[in-house]
Every structure is written in C-alpha cells, then in structure tokens.
T-cell receptor, first 113, second 111 residues
Framework: NAGVTQTPKFRVLKTGQSMTLLCAQD?????MYWYRQDPGMGLRLIHY???????AKGEVPDGYNVSRLKKQNFLLGLESAAPSQTSVYFC????????????FGNGTRLTVT | DQQVKQNSPSLSVQEGRISILNCDYT??????FLWYKKYPAEGPTFLIS?????DKNEDGRFTVFLNKSAKHLSLHIVPSQPGDSAVYFC??????????FGQGTTLQVKP
C-alpha cells in the first residue's frame, strides 16, 4: 500500500509557465483534497472532490484548476504560474470525507521565479 | 477571514511536562475537529479527533478538549517527549466536506 503519492516532489517554474501536479491514492477513498502550505498561513484548501467526476472550490481556488477523471487520481493544474503560487502543495484523501482522518502525501515543493 | 486560528506560533516545554496547544474557531457549523502532527519534509499525520457531541476525547498521552460555547479546543500532551517536537495543526469540518486548518503551532520539547 503506497497510500497517497504526489509527483513531482520538486519543481521550479518561470512566471507564465503551466504545469500539472498529480496525486494518486490506492486506498479506494472517495474524497480527495489539495492544500497549500505557506509560512504563517497553515494549510489552506485549494480545491476538493467528493467523488469521481466531481470538484469543488476551497478557500483559495483562484489560479488553479482540478480534475478527478478517475477515482484514484486528483490533478491540480496551474495554467499560468505566478510567484505568489510558490508554496508546498499537499494532496490528501479520506474515505468518509472531512469527518474522517485525511491521509496526506509528502508534498510537492513548487518555486515560481 | 481565518475561520480556524492557532494564536501561538510556537511553544517550548520541558520533557515530562504537559504541553497545551490551543485552537479557536468562528464558524458554529463546524461539528468535527481534528489535530494533525507534521514533521519537516513529510505530510501531516492524523493524531486525534473529537465530535461536537463530546467535550473530551483521550488517546494515550493525548487528550483533546472541546468548549463549544467558547468555540475553543485544546490538545494536551502528557507527559511530553522529545519525539513530540513537530508542528501541530488543528482542523475543523462541517457537513460540506471541507476541512479547514489553522496556522499551526511549532512544539519544541527539550530533553
């Protein structure tokens, strides 16, 4: 059981470039989440999904898009990266939603120059 | 508009003593609360949770207290151990499926 796997682990982008962060879980969880962690700001919810084919906005969705075409995968896209999107991104999944513990990946460190 | 707040960025305690981490929330729709622990270069891991129908939940050295009228919860670690040194996040959930985190408190337990 790999749990929640995030790829890549590190990435450096130039302003205006695009990229996709991939999250995969092998626990058959319905719910998946994308968070960003910034100093002094804690973990802020970007987007989440309550099941295959569904997505919803979190606290800080602007500048990001997501897709959940398969139950096990949750993709986070940056269409035109900005320096303000420099952060550590965490993906998480859970079986019963927010009323059950989330399982987190180890994060993707993204730097936008 | 921070719905979940951890007002102490850091806390330092001596090994063997009690660590108390605090968390406040503003949204009365939150009905489930969790604490997560995070080590550097790793994702957060679940520690303990409490439903709004309870005011206390205990798991070994960890106890979470919930005061709904004050919209306040706290995590007690007794006795504290050096391995407990980490960042602790509280989180709150409602029936929308969202889980909102606080800013985190860095705990240092000195040997």
């Amino acid at each position: 059981n790999a749990g929640v796997t995030q790829t890549p682990k590190f990435r450096v982008l130039k302003t205006g470039q695009s990229m996709t962060l991939l999250c995969a879980q092998d626990m058959n969880h319905e719910y998946m989440y994308w968070y960003r962690q910034d100093p002094g700001m804690g973990l802020r919810l970007i987007h989440y999904s309550v099941g295959e084919g569904t997505t919803a906005k979190g606290e800080v969705p602007d500048g990001y898009n997501v897709s959940r075409l398969k139950k096990q995968n949750f993709l986070l896209g940056l269409e035109s990266a900005a320096p303000s999107q420099t952060s550590v991104y965490f993906c998480a999944s859970s079986y019963l939603g927010s009323n059950s513990p989330l399982h987190f990946g180890n994060g993707t460190r993204l730097t936008v120059t | 508009d921070q719905q979940v707040k951890q007002n102490s960025p850091s806390l330092s305690v001596q090994e063997g003593r009690i660590s108390i981490l605090n968390c406040d929330y503003t949204n009365s729709m939150f009905d489930y609360f969790l604490w997560y622990k995070k080590y550097p270069a790793e994702g957060p891991t679940f520690l303990i949770s409490i439903s709004s129908i309870k005011d206390k939940n205990e798991d070994g050295r960890f106890t979470v207290f919930l005061n709904k009228s004050a919209k306040h919860l706290s995590l007690h670690i007794v006795p504290s151990q050096p391995g407990d040194s980490a960042v602790y996040f509280c989180a709150a959930a409602s029936n929308t499926g969202k889980l909102i985190f606080g800013q985190g408190t860095t705990l240092q337990v000195k040997p």
